[in-house]
């Protein structure tokens, strides 16, 4: 009998419901977050129709609320080829190669997510994936119990495991083995109260780094944090309070623009929550938290070093009182980077999908030859030029969200090398380079267009 498979779209859209539903139950805050999203960007688009427009016209707002990322933490190189094992099966690949150890967090990450463009509008779910990197504890001791303790973990089910090496071999999963697969994959991800450790491991762990305690001291990589998609962030900072949340101080990312670009982040503080240590102790852990993401247009490789470098120029101001001053500091700094979307596109700074508007279809209908340039098609209405949505994230930022959930507590930078080689040793593959996916989406917008158009 022949198999009927379903698509790994399918399959990252139940797990990634299914992931939000448990976080939901786990952590009810976040459900309150939802709830603030929704009403900001309903808000938001009510009072914008020309936005409504563009998104609609982008595909964007089909995908608004399915947008979300999640963020997870492992300990082994084992664990992590795993995961990227896992992921394939929900059409995720390893996008990018983010070392936040610069930022004083003992970590290395990329972010698994759909790549093509069709994947992409049918759900963009992504799971930041970090790596500890045990040789930056620092005490010889601690660094031979912590790698001890982790390779006595195994992260997975049973179940979990055959079905992964099912799907390996069927090259995917009929309904009912793909409702199984996500089930039993959620377990991975599920919060554990219990830790596997004693009391006096994992203060010994967290006085190293708190994230070296939330990786190394619990049955696996419990879900950190989820993250909804907001049209307005800095809506979304303001009224956390009234909807009984307690904000990060400030808006990690880019200041407010008339164009966004890239990804602009903030979160509502890590919570404190009950854990039994092995000794039977009873005590409390800080990690889990709620984020919230809005997306702007992906830069291409010139844009990203114009914006890193205004980035750089920024961190060497002094520290602002505040959220709002900090984003007016910020302001002033990024001036020097266009805020409209012509400019962004003639100047190469960002990337954009082009395709045959409805004045160019009835023109082409009527006969009418086309312009041959690019520039005068869009000039004359009969192509339009849509942003492309970044769908990555930013090492500076994300260390900002870690670090803010740590405590508020500001590590110095690790002095150790950026080590990409053996972060995709672990991982078992190469991570795929972003700014070639988003050329990728582009030209083959461009290429579409010139068929339609007999060129």
Not at 163 to 168: A, D, I, Q, T, V
């Amino acid at each position: 009998m022949t198999l009927s498979l379903v698509s790994p779209d399918e399959v990252r859209t139940a797990f990634s419901q299914a992931m939000s539903d448990m976080y939901r139950h786990e952590v009810p805050q976040y459900g309150t977050l939802l709830e603030l999203v929704a009403d900001i960007n309903a808000k938001t688009l009510a009072a914008d129709p020309e936005l409504a427009q563009t998104l609609a016209a982008g595909g964007e707002l089909e995908r608004l609320d399915v947008e979300r990322h999640g963020a997870i933490r492992v300990g082994t190189a084992e664990e992590l080829s795993l995961l990227r094992r896992v992921f394939a099966l929900m059409g995720m690949e390893p996008v990018g190669y983010y070392d936040l150890s610069q930022a004083g967090v003992p970590v290395h990450s990329t972010a698994f997510r759909p790549v093509d463009e069709a994947a992409l509008k049918r759900n963009p779910f992504r799971v930041f994936t970090s790596l500890l990197r045990l040789e930056l504890i620092s005490d010889d001791d601690l660094r031979r119990q912590a790698t001890a303790i982790l390779a006595g973990r195994d992260i997975f089910t049973q179940e979990a495991r055959e079905l992964l090496e099912l799907g390996e071999r069927q090259g995917g999963f009929d309904a009912h083995q793909a409702e199984r697969f996500v089930g039993a994959i959620l377990e991975t991800f599920r919060w554990h109260q219990d830790a596997t450790v004693d009391h006096a491991t994992y203060q010994a762990l967290h006085d190293a780094h708190r994230l070296v305690a939330d990786v190394v001291c619990f049955r696996g990589p419990h879900i950190n944090h989820l993250t909804p998609r907001t049209l307005d962030i800095d809506a979304a900072q303001a009224a956390m309070p009234a909807y009984g949340i307690d904000p990060k101080a400030v808006i990690e990312g880019p200041p407010p623009r008339r164009c966004p670009i890239l990804l602009r982040q903030t979160s509502f503080k890590a919570l404190e929550e009950s854990i039994r240590f092995a000794g039977r102790d009873d005590g409390t852990h800080t990690a889990r938290f709620g984020e919230i993401e809005q997306r702007g247009i992906a830069l291409t490789r010139a844009g990203r070093e114009r914006y890193d470098a205004l980035l750089a120029r920024s961190r060497e101001l002094p520290p602002a009182a505040d959220n709002a001053a900090h984003q007016r500091q910020l302001g002033e700094v990024f001036a020097d980077l266009p805020d409209d979307l012509d400019s962004l596109r003639q100047q190469g700074l960002a990337y954009f999908r082009y395709r045959l508007s409805d004045t160019g279809h009835a023109a082409l209908a009527a006969g009418e030859t086309p312009p041959a340039d690019l520039d005068a098609l869009i000039a004359r209405h009969w192509v339009e030029a849509l942003p492309i949505t970044y769908e990555d994230f930013l090492p500076v930022s994300a260390a900002g969200i870690f670090q803010s959930n740590l405590g508020d507590t500001r590590h110095a930078a690790y002095a150790s090398e950026s080590n990409q080689a053996a972060f995709e040793l672990a991982l078992g593959r190469p991570v795929l380079d972003e700014f070639d996916l988003y050329s990728r989406l582009e030209e083959d917008s461009r290429e579409r267009l010139r068929q339609q158009l007999g060129q």
